[in-house]
């Protein structure tokens, strides 16, 4: 039997048909946005090398990340471009760097909205290279505790409880909260959602916007001709008789040599 002319689609005749067989959806809460904050510019500067992507100024990128949690997004990573660069890194590690406030100035605005962080989690291995540091420097610019190099972290009644492998063993930590957690790689394993979630996020309705922008198509804008390239053409002879006078150029060419 040769390959069908016809394939069925019963599956996936309808939307609905298609959420209730789907093997593969993405959520938003599956997602995080990266933003890149630069040192010392007042507004966003475009990414040349990067069409659609800008570097954000402290007072942007509040609004980005105000706009990624309405959105339902999983989280924001931030990567800082200092004002100056050295071979060691030290914007790492300067109380004032970039990353440093640009945290501070998120967790901040959400807290003057009224919907303050009781727990930062930060990584330590792809944006802090410092063993630490940033972790460190943003819970010394909030004014709260901090912890490093966790494995698991748990929250209950006003206090987060943190475990992290250390030279005798496992260490336990206990914080009040609001409180910084600088988690080690690997060491949380990742929530999946529910299978009840998902049949319920894929019926979550879904808002269709239509552009009002009427199309231009194309068109002429202007049409101009290069300039005519100088040329001369001389002829060295016909023939044998020729090749003398074809032997003398290429030799004031520098082609040949006698």
């Not at 995080?32 to 904050?37: D, E, G, R, S």
């Not at 190099?149 to 609001?178: H, Q, W």
């Not at 231009?216 to 300039?227: A, E, F, I, N, Y």
Request: aromatic content about 4%; some cysteine; charged content about 20%.
């Amino acid at each position: 039997m040769g390959y069908p002319l016809v394939r069925p689609r019963r599956l996936r005749r309808t939307p609905a048909l298609r959420r209730l067989v789907a093997e593969t959806s993405v959520e938003p809460s599956q997602l995080v946005l990266p933003a890149f904050v630069r040192e010392g510019i007042s507004h966003p500067v475009p990414v040349s090398s990067m069409p659609g992507v800008v570097q954000h100024s402290r007072e942007s990128l509040r609004k980005v990340a105000a706009e990624a949690a309405e959105a339902g997004l999983g989280g924001i990573m931030l990567f800082g471009v200092p004002a100056h660069k050295d071979a060691t890194g030290s914007a790492a590690l300067d109380p004032d760097g970039i990353l440093n406030v640009a945290i501070a100035d998120v967790v901040r605005a959400h807290e003057a909205d009224g919907n303050a962080y009781d727990l930062v989690l930060l990584g330590n291995d792809a944006a802090d290279t410092g063993d630490f540091q940033v972790g460190i420097r943003l819970a010394s610019t909030l004014g709260r505790p901090v912890v490093t190099g966790i494995s698991t972290c748990a929250v209950a009644d006003g206090v987060v409880v943190a475990r992290g492998e250390g030279p005798d063993g496992t260490e336990v930590f206990e914080l009040p909260l609001p409180a910084v957690v600088a988690v080690m790689e690997g060491g949380v394993a990742p929530r999946y959602p529910s299978i009840p979630g998902r049949m319920k996020a894929k019926r979550a309705p879904i808002e269709t916007v239509v552009p009002q922008r009427v199309p231009t198509g194309s068109g002429r804008v202007r049409w101009k001709l290069p300039p005519p390239q100088p040329s001369s053409v001389e002829i060295l002879g016909t023939g044998p008789e020729a090749a003398p006078a074809v032997v003398d150029l290429l030799e004031r060419l520098g082609v040949v040599s006698r």
